[in-house]
């Protein structure tokens, strides 16, 4: 387990940024949602992926909240955020954030997500336009019917999904990752970056502390249980008509974007970050917040 004597609590973790950020819960849409908000501006939507949580935005938070209203939410299933048994497919996600918006009077905003956190943004653009200003996808889209196919075996030159299907598996890794998430975390953070450093001691401890109970496992486990559905709902989707950014790491899933990101909008460019692997707001957070900045002005 990661050893650090820096505060792991999120309301702790949110007063350490620059900002003013501050740490919340909202009842909305049949959940408990937790986010952390700071800055002002237009409202821009923040949503992480697995297994990390809203920390994960650490390192771009500042300099984000000193252009705009920065609300980075934990998913349902995530962090500090209520774990329900169901919901986990990205649409009823989605109007999590949608309700969240709601409750924060907010009507529209511009919406970032990285890994699962993309594929709700894209979800949150495809079912709430209207809330939607513009939309950054970073290094990974949604679920799409190619993904059905992926293949259990490693293949040549092409990096192996295996937690895909490890996380379909019901009740087992609960059993096998209860406080021991932090070898899975370890094991991510080196094959899954450029420089395993960029994600310190401090932060893993974060995130081992997040996921280390059954119910977080189960929920995060959650999320990719629910691509079948995903896949189902994207077929019903027109492309999006908004501006629809999308930012891949060099050594992670620029090309698969580059090839999957053009049917989903109707105004969309993808851009490659080099030297990064998949954890861009962690590895490459300068580049993040440029990109950012100039897209949503």
Same mark, same amino acid.
């Given at each position: 387990?990661?050893?650090?004597?820096?505060?792991?609590?999120?309301?702790?973790?949110?007063?350490?940024?620059?900002?003013?950020?501050?740490?919340?819960?909202?009842?909305?849409?049949?959940?408990?949602?937790?986010?952390?908000?700071?800055?002002?501006?237009?409202?821009?939507?923040?949503?992480?992926?697995?297994?990390?949580?809203?920390?994960?935005?650490?390192?771009?938070?500042?300099?984000?909240?000193?252009?705009?209203?920065?609300?980075?939410?934990?998913?349902?299933?995530?962090?500090?955020?209520?774990?329900?048994?169901?919901?986990?497919?990205?649409?009823?996600?989605?109007?999590?954030?949608?309700?969240?918006?709601?409750?924060?009077?907010?009507?529209?905003?511009?919406?970032?997500?990285?890994?699962?956190?993309?594929?709700?943004?894209?979800?949150?653009?495809?079912?709430?336009?209207?809330?939607?200003?513009?939309?950054?996808?970073?290094?990974?889209?949604?679920?799409?019917?190619?993904?059905?196919?992926?293949?259990?075996?490693?293949?040549?030159?092409?990096?192996?999904?295996?937690?895909?299907?490890?996380?379909?598996?019901?009740?087992?890794?609960?059993?096998?990752?209860?406080?021991?998430?932090?070898?899975?975390?370890?094991?991510?953070?080196?094959?899954?970056?450029?420089?395993?450093?960029?994600?310190?001691?401090?932060?893993? +401890? @974060?995130? /081992?502390?997040?996921? $280390?109970?059954?119910?977080?496992?189960?929920? =995060?486990? *959650?999320? %990719?249980?629910?691509?079948?559905?995903?896949?189902?709902?994207?077929?019903?989707?027109?492309?999006?008509?908004?501006?629809?950014?999308?930012?891949?790491?060099?050594?992670?899933?620029?090309?698969?974007?580059?090839? +999957? @990101?053009? /049917?989903?909008?109707? $105004?969309?460019?993808?851009?490659?970050?080099? =030297?990064? *692997?998949? %954890?861009?707001?962690?590895?490459?957070?300068?580049?993040?917040?440029?990109?950012?900045?100039?897209?949503?002005?």
């Amino acid at each position: 387990m990661p050893t650090t004597t820096a505060p792991l609590d999120d309301a702790s973790l949110a007063a350490s940024l620059d900002g003013g950020f501050t740490s919340r819960h909202a009842e909305v849409n049949g959940t408990r949602l937790h986010y952390v908000e700071g800055g002002s501006g237009e409202p821009l939507v923040l949503l992480g992926g697995w297994p990390q949580t809203w920390w994960q935005w650490n390192k771009v938070l500042p300099a984000l909240a000193r252009r705009y209203r920065v609300i980075a939410v934990d998913l349902r299933g995530m962090g500090g955020s209520a774990k329900p048994e169901a919901g986990y497919d990205k649409k009823t996600m989605a109007a999590d954030v949608h309700a969240l918006l709601g409750h924060l009077s907010i009507a529209s905003a511009h919406v970032v997500g990285h890994d699962i956190g993309a594929m709700v943004a894209y979800a949150f653009a495809a079912n709430h336009p209207g809330a939607t200003c513009r939309i950054a996808l970073l290094d990974v889209s949604h679920p799409e019917e190619a993904w059905a196919r992926m293949t259990l075996l490693p293949q040549p030159d092409v990096r192996h999904l295996w937690w895909f299907a490890f996380n379909q598996v019901q009740g087992l890794p609960e059993q096998l990752l209860e406080g021991r998430y932090h070898l899975l975390l370890d094991w991510l953070f080196t094959a899954m970056t450029t420089d395993p450093a960029s994600i310190d001691a401090h932060s893993r +401890a @974060v995130y /081992a502390r997040a996921y $280390d109970s059954p119910d977080a496992i189960r929920a =995060g486990n *959650g999320w %990719y249980r629910a691509f079948g559905q995903d896949i189902a709902d994207l077929a019903a989707y027109p492309p999006v008509t908004v501006p629809l950014l999308a930012l891949g790491g060099e050594h992670s899933n620029y090309e698969r974007l580059v090839a +999957a @990101v053009p /049917a989903l909008g109707t $105004d969309t460019r993808v851009v490659r970050v080099d =030297g990064s *692997g998949h %954890y861009l707001p962690e590895e490459r957070p300068e580049t993040v917040v440029a990109e950012l900045v100039a897209f949503f002005g």
